[in-house]
């Protein structure tokens, strides 16, 4: 099985929820799943924000080494589940790999528990802003990612 968290860039949002959603699953017994980001600018080798660097840091993870990288078609053919952080990644994902089988949700759509719920919110980019607000972004992406290794162990 994999995993894809979609963002913008794959410098912020996707990248620190591959990197917490690794942990989590193999701290779950579900370390066979493969976990991996992308982000839809198509922005290639860039290192994740010193922000997001520094907030995983904080939570004992280690993002020095990820690159960004643009999601391409294979991406969308081998991906089982793809969590994007805002609709309009959802839309621009049916908009440029209409044919893609994985099924597709906003991150906070798994916010409230582990069955994901219509109506999610965004989770906003938080590039540009202090790394207060990488932190509550990354909050809200450990709860996220907690409920989905939830639904993971009892879906999948």
């Not at 410098?11 to 370390?31: H, N, Q």
């Not at 053919?77 to 994007?84: F, I, N, S």
């Not at 219509?118 to 990612?145: K, M, Q, S």
Request: charged content about 25%.
């Amino acid at each position: 099985m994999k995993v894809l968290f979609v963002c913008s860039g794959n410098i912020c949002r996707s990248a620190m929820a591959a990197e917490y959603a690794r942990r989590r699953l193999a701290s779950s017994g579900l370390s066979h799943i493969l976990v991996e980001s992308a982000g839809t600018l198509g922005i290639e080798g860039e290192r994740a924000t010193p922000e997001a660097i520094e907030v995983l840091l904080d939570a004992g993870l280690d993002l020095g080494r990820h690159r960004s990288r643009g999601i391409a078609t294979h991406d969308l053919r081998t991906a089982d589940l793809v969590l994007v952080m805002t609709i309009d990644h959802l839309s621009e994902l049916e908009r440029r790999f209409p044919s893609g089988t994985a099924k597709r949700f906003l991150l906070r759509a798994f916010e409230e528990g582990p069955a994901p719920r219509d109506g999610a919110l965004d989770l906003d980019d938080p590039i540009g802003e202090p790394i207060e607000t990488y932190r509550e972004v990354f909050a809200v992406i450990r709860t996220c990612v907690d409920q989905l290794v939830l639904h993971l162990k009892h879906a999948w």
